[in-house]
């Protein structure tokens, strides 16, 4: 059943630390407690923010509306009735991601494992399309149930209804706002296929003399290399990659990588190169830099940290300064993946 509180502060919900108050708060355990709740006045007459773990937003000011805290659990896996080697295992909104992960890779489920330690919850994993080592969500997304708040109803989405892009979704446009995921469906595969082509994880694997990797050695692998470049949270605020890494037309990447040899990119489509985002910040001398209580961690500079009192405000401000900087250098306009509120 949920509780509603009022006047709450948002610090310990969001990664970045930013304490920014709600005027009302309500953390959500079912599907009933949303249709419960959605027939209350303060559900129909005031804005919603829907929350997950918190982990890639940024708060610029208090919110004077009713904020939701995803926590719907359980995780079940069933066999394929299509395809005897793939199992479909369905998870509640409110797993943290990294324990749906780790679960998949314990039962020997292939597909999740390059996505280990992403921050966030399963229920923001589709609208966000998260992606991590060569892999994204769209590879191993079956199926979603979103109650709409409009109608108190629960509708599906197949693979085709959520329009997946780079980092994006259909529940960051035409649907925005308009649906609350409560559970995802993954389809995996009993057989593995290794995906061990990003750079990184070949070096750790050659390191290692690991030949014939197993999805557990991908998932360590991946969570040895994140760890060695991101901060955690509980110990500094980020809220991990602040920024989208650019994709651009092949003759703008040969404009710049003629200018720039040592210009890190990687292939995206055709006539499309993804140019690597914390490498553009860093050329510019941003990588570790500290500017009042924010900056760039001082082992990636595509996250942006808290230091201990930052407000939203100046996070943002200080991201704008790195927009700048980067399309006077390269021509690149930098996009942030963090929602802004």
Sequence with gaps: MYSLQENLSLKPYNTFGIDVKTLFFAEIFTEEDLRELSLQPVFKENSLLVLGG?????????????????SIPGITAVRSAENEDQVLVTAGAGIVWNDLVNYCVEQDFAGLENLSLIPGTVGASPI???????????????????????????????FADCQFAYRDSIFKN????????????????????INSQYGAIQAVLAERNIRRPTIADISEIVAKIRVSKLPDPSTIGNAG??????????????????????????????????????????????????????????????????????TGLEVYSFSDKIIDTVQAKFGVNLEREVNIL
């Design 54 to 70: 918190g982990s890639n937003m940024l708060f610029t000011r208090d919110y004077e509306g009713l904020v939701l805290k995803i």
């Design 128 to 158: 966000q399309n998260i992606g991590a080592y060569g892999v994204e969500l769209k590879d191993v997304f079956e199926s979603c149930t979103a109650f709409e708040i409009a109608t108190g109803e629960i509708r599906g989405f197949d």
């Design 174 to 193: 035409e649907l925005r706002g308009q649906y609350i995921i409560t559970e995802v469906t993954f389809r995996l595969n009993t057989q593995a296929r």
């Design 241 to 310: 990659s602040f920024f989208k890494n650019p994709i651009v037309k092949k003759s703008e990447y040969e404009r710049i990588a003629k200018a720039f040899p040592e210009l890190i990119s990687y292939p995206a489509g055709k006539d499309k190169v993804k140019l690597a985002a914390g490498w553009l910040i860093e050329s510019c001398g941003f990588k570790g830099v500290v500017e009042g209580h924010t900056g760039t961690w001082k082992n990636q500079a595509l996250v942006l940290v808290n230091h201990g009192g930052a």
